[in-house]
């Protein structure tokens, strides 16, 4: 899933992605002195943000273990990820073995870039597909052909500061969206200018998104062919999301703009943060010991008590170009352990798709991860048709303008049909003449 | 026939990087133009369509293609004006007889220009920052509040106009120091004998003298500006609210984000095309008044 | 007007507007010294409390940035040389070489300056694929190789070449090549210094292309660098100017000690010919 977040380092846990990069180097340097065996394989990898970051400390593990493979990594940021994969594909520089948003699989599946992997998993003694949970390894599923194994997953909920909260005479964290609205009323009340009830980044989709998949209609409807944004559904999702911000209960910034909003909750400008697993990891790092009381993860709420999720996060995929997928699919195993997939988790917080993994460990205890793991219980996927990524950006854009104020509810849902409807244009054409997108 | 054959194997070279790399490309763009090229094809070619002048349509119809158009167009209508115009006061300062170190200032002027876009861009990104930026900070000792320079959908465009006159202004300065220099001093001599004051010198013999050097500048500067693309890419990404999503941007994003080479070609000839249209236009409005003043240098 | 004040008027003038080019630059460099977080702080500070290297040091040890001013240099010298080496030859050959549909030759080309580099790119990229050439140096480098401006630029410095001096040479028996490379090219050297400055000058800086050619970190050039960075850590300033200083010094430099050849170009470049 892709994740525009905030940049994730600053001067205490600095540039740790250099470093990454630094070790590939090296490393690529090493390996090309020490004469290797003629049959040793140089695999590229490709992982994103804090997962790349992380993973470079896993792969020496690996290396260890098949001292005839070697790993070159290459770190994407995640606001260039989609482009860079889209520009690899189209100039045939695409890597070995990529991590790929969950989103992301339908349009490349489309292309012809991955590789489809039924035939690995059925003879895997590690990756099992009853041991993941059901609706995250549906996502790697395109038209019956399975083309990724789950990496971890991803979901979004409330972080939120609880000494506020109780300050403001509620107890528990909203259920539902009244009682929400209704904790963030009083909360705006409290205070001085400059503090907002809740940060929502303009600029990122998942927060709309979220809301929008609480909903009972479907994103797309007539088989993907057509845009689905003016149901009464996504109407009462867009209009709840703008009325946020048009109540200022949020302000009207990008992410961009809010370079630490580990450190404003902390300073308490905002009391609610709607954002992914990866903060637990970032409030702990960042806020005073004397604070880390302060704030805890809730679920989602919904329309009507608990709401659903998105049901995102990334898997790993083999690419149809590489000539060394035997070698790739070794290193998606190794990275599928439940051992190596629970040290994953405390280098970069980012859960684990299959259960096991959860059995053990900080995992089990820790009481910030539960919100996720019952959040989990209830994620949906979005329509797997290869446009989703234009779909949900032109979503967003429109959005934007609703909560500046430059379009109605009603105007802006006309504005995403019509978009969406534009961009699906081709599929639409492609199905009509048994011309599959999916291959 | 032999020093023909010399010719062209002299011309060869270029003439084929230029051909190959350039003449052909474009050429091949106005096809692609044509068609709905897109990621569909990549992957298969059967699943190209031609579709005649539609992406040129769909365009006229695309509400942030005119956006995007008028944004280019704010951009060009005020900073080309903004730009000329602090280059011609910057020659002006430096042709004076007045002016001490010359070469120095000259020097520091020009400097902004040879600086690598992405690189200044990165650094006006932090001084016009909200909270921590130089100039919000400088503003507000005089008591203006801070302006939201780059996440305002009024302020953005206004930031990075300011960015591009900086960058640039010392290009056509040069230029311009030359025209100045070119003029005759005799002519400013025979004036003050008539004693005509400074302004009137500047007014009837400075500013018709500089008219075809000016010309010049206002249409490689405006055929420069319409190719605003790196200033929005480093300094805000398009944003806010895509106030500044530029053409060549949305070409950008369109061809090279998702891959819509078809509606991206169509993008850059529409582009072609406005930059064509409007550096003619100055061309005729330069000639037409070059012409009945009869003033030829 | 009072004659002192005037001077005073003007020389202000200029100072002010040489702060307002300068700052900037000059604010980079003093923020390229500060230790990390220490310029997003209030009041924004302007110097360095203890000026540290290690934003560079951090730089060239974990960022890579060796390896992307490495790559910088090599795909700008052999941008340079290249279309050097090409435009001298037609250049030349425009002024001083007859052949039919010479002048029609260069019409055309002139009337090609119009069009955008823009419109080429995308078919230019499929181009490339096709060669295999995509995320390499040569797929930066290739389309450089030859410009018009270029061109023009050597055309109309070679005009001023004697013709007898070309026509005794042949008379003596020389080739064409020969009389080129003796006599010829010892004459263009300053338009040679000039059109090499501002080839590396636009190679150095050229951010577009590169941005859609090379897909690969490896083989990114500093201003590819430097806008991935950015738009990944936003909050590492003094970081992200230590980066801007690596990037922007080398041409700064370079221009200082070649300006006069680099005006030179400009005023010849944009004077009707």
């Given amino acids: ?439 | 026939m032999n020093r023909q054959r010399t010719a062209w194997l002299f011309l060869a070279p270029a003439l084929l990087v230029l051909g190959v790399f350039f003449i052909l490309p474009v050429i091949a763009a106005l096809g692609l133009s044509l068609t709905d090229y897109d990621l569909y094809a990549l992957a298969d070619i059967r699943n190209l369509r031609f579709v005649g002048l539609h992406n040129y349509w769909a365009l006229l119809h695309r509400p942030l293609f005119w956006s995007a158009l008028g944004n280019t167009f704010y951009f060009v209508a005020v900073g080309v004006p903004l730009s000329i115009a602090t280059s011609l006061v910057a020659a002006l300062l430096l042709n004076s007889p007045l002016a001490r170190i010359r070469p120095f200032f000259r020097t520091v002027l020009f400097a902004p220009v040879v600086t690598t876009v992405v690189a200044v861009a990165v650094i006006w990104r932090y001084l016009f920052n909200t909270k921590y930026g130089l100039v919000n900070y400088g503003l507000a000792e005089i008591g203006i509040h801070p302006i939201d320079w780059l996440g305002d959908p009024r302020w953005a465009m206004p930031t990075i106009i300011a960015f591009a006159v900086w960058k640039n202004f010392g290009y056509n300065m040069i230029i311009i120091l030359a025209g100045l220099q070119a003029i005759p001093l005799d002519l400013y001599e025979a004036a003050r004998i008539d004693g005509a004051s400074l302004p009137r010198q500047f007014w009837h013999i400075t500013l018709p003298m500089l008219k075809p050097t000016m010309a010049l500048v206002a249409i490689l500067t405006v055929a420069g500006y319409f190719q605003l693309f790196a200033e929005p890419y480093v300094m805000t990404e398009g944003g806010p609210l895509q106030s500044t999503v530029s053409v060549l941007y949305l070409m950008y994003e369109d061809g090279f984000k998702w891959w819509n080479l078809g509606t991206a070609s169509a993008v850059a000839f529409m582009l072609f095309a406005i930059i064509f249209a409007v550096t003619t236009l100055l061309l005729r409005l330069a000639r037409h008044d070059e012409h009945p003043a009869g003033e030829r240098t | 007007m009072n004659p002192r004040l005037a001077k005073v008027l003007v020389n202000g003038s200029l100072c002010g507007l040489a702060a307002a080019a300068l700052l900037p630059l000059l604010w980079m460099l003093s923020v390229s010294f500060m230790a990390p977080g220490e310029a997003s702080s209030l009041p924004p500070p302007l110097l360095p409390v203890h000026a540290t290297l290690d934003n560079y040091r951090e730089l060239f040890a974990h960022a890579g940035m060796g390896r992307y001013l490495l790559n910088s240099l090599l795909i700008a010298s052999a941008i340079t040389a290249l279309a050097l080496a090409s435009n001298l030859l037609a250049g030349y050959a425009f002024a001083k070489l007859r052949f039919t549909g010479r002048e029609r030759l260069f019409q055309a080309l002139i009337g090609a300056l119009v069009i955008p580099a823009q419109v080429a790119m995308l078919p230019l990229f499929l181009l490339l694929k096709t060669f295999g050439l995509v995320n390499s140096y040569a797929g930066v480098i290739m389309p450089c190789m030859a410009t018009i401006f270029g061109i023009y630029l050597v055309r109309q410095y070679a005009r001023s070449v004697p013709d007898e001096l070309l026509e005794a040479a042949r008379i003596d028996g020389a080739g064409e090549l020969r009389i080129f490379g003796q006599i010829v090219l010892p004459l263009l050297k300053p338009i040679m210094a000039t059109l090499a400055i501002f080839t590396f000058l636009a190679a150095w800086n050229d951010f577009m292309w590169p941005l859609i050619v090379l897909t690969g970190q490896e083989h990114y050039t500093l201003p590819l660098a430097l806008a991935s960075l950015a738009r990944d850590h936003v909050q590492d300033s003094e970081l992200m100017m230590a980066g801007s200083v690596v990037t922007v010094l080398p041409v700064l430099l370079l221009f200082l000690a070649l300006q006069r050849y680099y005006l030179q170009g400009l005023l010849l470049g944009s004077v009707k010919g």
């Fill in chain 1, 1 to 439: 899933m892709k994740r525009p977040r905030p940049p994730a380092c600053t001067p205490s846990r600095p540039y740790r992605w250099w470093l990454v990069l630094l070790l590939a180097g090296t490393c690529g340097g090493l390996s090309a002195c020490r004469q290797q065996a003629p049959d040793t394989r140089t695999l590229t990898f490709w992982a994103m943000g804090n997962e790349g970051e992380a993973v470079a400390q896993l792969i020496p593990g690996f290396e260890h273990a098949h001292p005839d493979i070697h790993v070159t990594l290459q770190q994407l940021p995640w606001k260039e990820a989609h482009q860079k994969l889209l520009t690899a594909y189209a100039g045939d520089t695409t890597p070995d073995i990529a991590q790929l948003g969950n989103t992301w699989i339908a349009e490349l599946a489309a292309l012809h870039a991955l590789q489809p992997l039924q035939p690995y998993v059925a003879r895997s003694s590690v990756v099992r597909p009853d041991d993941y949970f059901a609706g995250i390894w549906a996502t790697n599923r395109i038209d019956g052909v399975l083309y990724g194994v789950p990496w971890y997953v991803d979901t979004r909920l409330l972080f939120y500061r609880r000494d506020l909260l109780k300050a403001a005479g509620f107890d528990v964290p909203p259920r539902s969206w009244t009682e929400w609205s209704r904790q963030m009323a009083a909360l705006k009340t409290r205070d001085t200018p400059g503090r907002y009830p809740i940060l929502l980044p303009t600029n990122e989709f998942e927060q709309l998104l979220s809301l929008a998949l609480q909903q009972d209609a479907p994103l797309l409807r007539d088989g993907g062919r057509y845009g689905n944004f003016e149901s009464p559904g996504f109407k009462r999702a867009l209009a709840f999301y703008v009325g946020i911000f048009r109540q200022q209960e949020a302000p009207l910034l990008a992410n961009t703009e809010v370079p630490n909003p580990w450190a404003e909750v902390g300073r308490g400008v905002y009391a609610f943060y709607l954002s992914g697993p990866w903060n637990i990891g970032e409030f702990r790092r960042r806020l005073p010991a004397a604070q880390q009381g302060d704030w805890s993860t809730a679920p989602l709420p919904g329309p009507d008590g608990p709401g659903a999720g998105i049901a995102s996060g990334s898997s790993l995929v083999l690419f149809r170009r590489s000539r060394h997928q035997a070698q790739a699919w070794q290193l998606i195993e190794y990275l599928s352990q439940p051992t190596v997939q629970r040290k994953f988790y405390e280098l970069v917080g980012d859960m684990p798709p299959r259960r096991s993994s959860w059995q053990d460990g900080t995992l089990r205890s820790d009481p910030q991860v539960q919100a996720f793991r019952e959040q989990l219980e209830r994620v949906r996927p979005t329509p797997a048709v290869p446009e989703w990524e234009r779909i949900v950006t032109a979503m967003q854009l429109v959005a934007a303008r609703a909560a500046h104020g430059e379009l109605t509810v009603d105007q802006a849902a006309a504005e995403i049909d019509r978009q969406a409807d534009a961009i699906l244009a081709k599929r639409r054409w492609m199905l009509d003449h048994h011309r599959g997108p999916q291959p």
